[in-house]
Structure formats: C-alpha cells, structure tokens
C-alpha cells in the first residue's frame, strides 16, 4: 500500500485532519468513561453506570440481546483484562481493540503528515464488515450458551 501525503490527497488537507482528530479525541474520551467505569460482574449492564437504561432483552426474552456484554468487554479491555474481555463478549473486545487500533493509526498518520482518508479508500473495508456481521453473530451464540449456563 503506497503512502499518500495529505498535500497529494483527493479531499482537502483540513477536512483530512479533521476526521483524524476526531477520531482520535472521541477513542481518547470513550478510554477515559471507560476507565472510570467498573465492569459489572454479570458480564453485562456495565453501560447502566454509563447513565444508559439496563437491558430489556433479557427480563423480556430470557436471553442475551446480540451486543449483550460489549461495553463491559471494552470496559474489560481498557482495565487491561484482555483474557476476560473476550471470554465475556468476543465481538465487545475485537471491536474496541480495532477502534483503539483505529485512533491510533489516525494519531500516526496526523503525525507523519500522512492522508487518512486516502488510506482508509484502499483498505478492503467491504471484507472487514463482513467478518464483523459473522463475529458479531458467533458472539452472540456464544454469550447465549454462557448465559444459559449460568
């Protein structure tokens, strides 16, 4: 994959930068509400410390919703509980690392002068939402099976 400097990229400079920076505060902000979370020990409910409503799913349906337990795996994750994170919701745990993966590369490409958007029109990311869909479905089989279990 060639390197294309923001000067040479098909979108202008700032709007570039732009959505690097963004990017990287809004990573850089989820980090800080997670840490000062505490993942909740049922493995999931850990967004109702986050002032969101508890999950309806399970009183209603007697299982997991599909993205039951994402935010306290990336609450797990944060806390540098890489095991558990994805022995508690897979997807959770892949999904936050690809996005802190993410901020990242944005931070390094604003710092090398480099074109994110440019960059990000090479990646195959018609692949990357296919293997999400197919994770997200395994890992809602797999928090239903654990939940069962309990």
């Known amino acids: 994959m060639s390197r294309i400097p923001i000067e040479d990229a098909p979108v202008h400079p700032w709007i570039d930068r732009a959505v690097g920076i963004v990017v990287v505060l ?30 309806g799913w399970p009183a209603a349906h007697g299982i997991p919703c599909p993205t039951c337990g994402v935010t306290t795996s990336a609450c797990l994750l944060v806390h540098g509980r890489i095991l558990d ?11 936050t690392a690809a996005g802190l993966g993410l901020a990242a590369w944005c931070a390094f490409c604003l710092a090398r002068g480099r074109s994110i958007l440019a960059e990000l029109a090479m990646w195959p990311l018609w692949r990357g939402g296919f293997i999400a869909i197919l994770l997200l479905l395994a890992s809602w089989l797999y928090k239903y099976l654990v939940f069962r279990a309990r």
């Open 26 to 55: 809004t990573a850089a902000g989820l980090v800080l509400l997670l840490a000062r979370a505490t993942p909740d020990p049922s493995g999931f409910n850990t967004h109702v410390q986050l002032g969101m409503q508890p999950c």
């Open 85 to 95: 994170a994805l022995l508690n919701q897979p997807f959770g745990a892949v999904a």
